[in-house]
């Protein structure tokens, strides 16, 4: 089994980060439209949640473990 190294990891945050500050816009311009698709925001705000989720568990994964 291949374990991902840090700057792996690293590079999937900055990657998720981005994505999930895209979505934070695009969710903002969908709000402020009459005629926005309520669905296509719920969709939108699940994965930003998803997404906030996959963020915490890397930045865990960083940190390293203290010895007992």
């Given at each position: 089994m291949v374990f991902p190294n840090d700057a792996d990891i690293s590079r999937q945050l900055i990657d998720l980060r981005l994505e999930h500050r895209d979505l934070d816009a695009a969710?903002?311009?969908?709000?402020?439209?009459i005629e926005a698709d309520e669905l296509a925001v719920k969709r939108m705000k699940k994965r930003k949640l998803q997404l906030k989720d996959m963020i915490a568990r890397l930045e865990s994964a960083l940190i390293p473990d203290e010895p007992a």
């Open positions: 969710i903002v311009r969908l709000q402020a439209d």
